[in-house]
């Protein structure tokens, strides 16, 4: 069932320069599904049809979807909120994405937990907890995993936002990367605002990106909005962690073209941003490329978004359809250890 | 003889022997041994597996997760049980969540050197167990004796969920025992530390030997007084706390930890709950005063329940 709603087997890079137009097309078509897929979810919001917040990654598509596919089977993946397209380049079934904002018991959440906090750890994608940084260290802890167990060549990429620079967890975690040598991959997108608060009330420094050297790792900057400069960025750091070049912090910068979430109207987000590069839609710039290069036609844009739209169709169809979790079938069990849960017989221990 | 640090010691190197799966993440655990000499020799007997951390509690749990839902089981020493609030949000918001969440368990340890000893002070001798307690999907162990700190902690590696292990400090020397133990009572059940028919007093960790030293002061005026070592203090005993109160009809709860919402509150809401009828006499609880810890021995004597308090609240429960 889960296949397809992917629009092809996630893209598995080897360590060589990017291949264009290939790549780039494979990414603008992802960017394009986290497009439709976001709009149609926040349609149902202002329909009143999803329960809890709607999380959009408008603006932010071209830095994520360049992290998503430049790792592969066996690599470790921690998005945030705004990472739809990375989620879909990574190999997330768009179905993970209606079901949970759906609310749905057959979710890979069900129920429990929904809207952007959803992952399957088993397959490397990790879901977040709402405490900013919090996820690095355990990404970190995954590859340490890797190296105690031989398994060689895997990274673990990690995104955040400006806003998490700010945070204990961001600096424990990176610093801890960087004493161990992890293939960390740091991906700091800075949108300007971290909800409504601007970047002078959140940081001092001239450039996040000096970060980088006081934590004794490789620093990279990108514009954000471009996606040739994403993937060919992201490309590189990637295979410089994966060759034992130890951790890489790399900020993008961009403008988040929508609320911090969609009960917010981003009155705040100043008008003088929006005039900027940084200010641009990293979708319309990743078009106009496409068109200027010929690597896409107009016709072929509009297969792309119709294809988008009735795999987005298809995926909230069905998502729908699927029944709310039920409370009175709920386990209500949050123990791994059953037979802990108080009222069940202790079982004896038998020790070594 | 083996002291109660001995024997966390021997279950660390028991559990790294038995199970390859085992690392140990702390601050100075590695060449250095630990601050409590805990995981002393251990770096040097496994190689590679008892590593040095960066004074990163949270990065020490959120990696520890991390390694753990990649299948290996890390145990993560906390230098204090008090340092153990920077990685507060790790154990309670992602280690306790993610079973819940995802179906997929977190095997992790983080042991907790905790309480109080003379000249501690207020950030070198909190009981946090009751913070802990309050989140779904944790394990709270908490062992008073040098047989339960070995299998216990042994059991906490093997255990599918995340375990905090609150070893006391005030034990780490003075408790010995002849030798480790071959078997254990599983988690989740108390022990009646010493049978009595007067009063219970419910209590766990070292306090357990303040309360027997009560109990047998009390012995010389003519009082059988039962303790109950709680031994895990989520998942609680009830079953062996009401059985014992239906013996005796009076109950004492005796906690090293805060008053306020703490494990003591939590037994005794249970008895007056489950087991009213019981009860001859209204339930008694005592805990340390409700201040931060202090430094001074003088002080910090009268802070924290002694055989002597706890022996006095005995009194006044067994002439209510």
Not at chain 1, 166 to 181: P, R, Y
């Amino acid at each position: 069932m889960h296949d397809m709603f992917r629009l092809a087997e996630a893209h598995r890079p080897s360590c060589t320069a990017v291949e264009f137009p290939e790549t780039y097309r494979r990414a603008y078509r992802w960017m394009l599904l986290a497009r439709v897929a976001e709009e149609k979810i926040a349609s149902l919001f202002r329909g009143g049809r999803i329960i809890g917040g709607v999380f959009l990654g408008r603006g932010q598509e071209a830095i994520s979807v360049a992290t998503g596919m430049a790792l592969r089977d066996g690599d470790i993946f921690a998005p945030l909120i705004r990472d739809q397209a990375g989620r879909l380049a990574f190999g997330e079934s768009l179905l993970d994405f209606t079901l949970t904002y759906l609310g749905a018991r057959s979710g890979p959440m069900r129920g429990r937990d929904g809207n952007v906090h959803r992952g399957r750890p088993k397959e490397g994608l990790l879901p977040m907890i709402s405490h900013l940084g919090a996820m690095v260290s355990v990404v970190n802890g995954m590859l340490m995993a890797h190296r105690f167990q031989k398994k060689e060549n895997t990274v673990g990429a990690a995104c955040l936002g400006e806003g998490a620079t700010s945070t204990g967890a961001f600096h424990e975690s990176l610093n801890q990367a960087a004493v161990e040598k992890l293939p960390l991959i740091l991906v700091i997108t800075n949108n300007q605002y971290a909800y409504s608060t601007p970047n002078h009330r959140q940081f001092a420094c001239n450039d996040l990106v000096d970060k980088a050297i006081g934590y004794g790792v490789k620093g990279h900057s990108v514009d954000g909005t471009d996606l040739s400069a994403c993937l060919e960025t992201i490309g590189g750091a990637v295979c410089a962690a994966r060759d034992g070049e130890g951790p890489q912090l790399i900020i993008a910068s961009n403008l988040r073209l929508a609320g911090h979430g969609e009960h917010d109207d981003a009155h705040y987000i100043s008008q003088h941003f929006k005039e900027l590069q940084l200010g641009r839609d990293c979708l319309d710039v990743a078009q106009n490329h496409m068109l200027a290069q010929k690597w896409a036609d107009a016709s072929m844009l509009d297969i792309w978004l119709r294809d988008s739209q009735s795999l987005v169709e298809e995926a909230v169809a069905h998502s729908l359809r699927e029944p709310a979790p039920d409370p009175a079938k709920e386990d209500w069990c949050a123990l791994a250890s059953r037979h802990l849960l108080e009222g069940n017989p202790p079982q004896p221990t038998h020790l070594n | 003889m083996i002291t109660y640090l001995e024997a966390i010691r021997e279950a660390q190197r028991q559990a790294l022997e038995n199970d390859p799966r085992v690392y140990i993440y702390g601050q100075d655990v590695g060449a250095f041994g630990g601050a409590f000499k805990a995981t002393k020799s251990l770096a040097q007997s496994f190689p590679g597996r008892v590593l040095d951390s960066p004074i990163s509690e949270d990065a020490m749990v959120g990696s520890a997760i991390g390694a753990a839902l990649q299948g290996m089981r890390p145990i993560v020493e906390m230098q204090f049980a008090d340092f153990s609030t920077v990685g507060f949000n790790q154990i309670v918001n992602q280690a306790a969540t993610m079973f819940w969440r995802t179906g997929l368990p977190c095997p992790i340890t983080v042991r907790l050197p905790s309480g109080g000893t003379p000249g501690s002070g207020p950030f070198h001798s909190q009981n946090l167990e009751a913070l802990y307690a309050h989140y779904p999907g944790l394990i709270l162990m908490t062992p008073a004796t040098v047989e339960d700190a070995y299998a216990m902690l042994l059991e906490a590696v093997a255990i599918d969920d995340p375990v905090i292990f609150c070893e006391h400090k005030y034990l780490y020397y003075h408790l010995k025992a002849d030798s480790l133990p071959k078997e254990a009572l599983p988690a989740g059940k108390a022990r009646v530390a010493r049978a009595g028919r007067d009063a219970t007093v419910v209590t766990y960790s070292a306090m357990v030997h303040e309360s027997l030293a009560a109990a047998d002061e009390l012995a010389t005026e003519g009082w059988e007084i039962e303790v109950i070592d709680l031994r895990t203090i989520k998942p609680l005993d009830t079953d062996t706390v009401l059985a014992s109160v239906a013996r005796t009809g009076r109950v004492l709860a005796v906690g090293e930890a805060w008053p306020w919402g703490g494990v003591t509150a939590e037994i005794l809401a249970r008895v007056a709950a489950e087991g009213f009828n019981l009860l001859d006499a209204p339930p008694m609880r005592l805990n340390s005063k409700d201040t931060p810890v202090p430094y001074h021995p003088n002080l910090w004597g009268t802070h924290r329940p002694t055989a002597r308090s706890i022996a006095d609240s005995l009194r006044v429960l067994l002439r209510s």
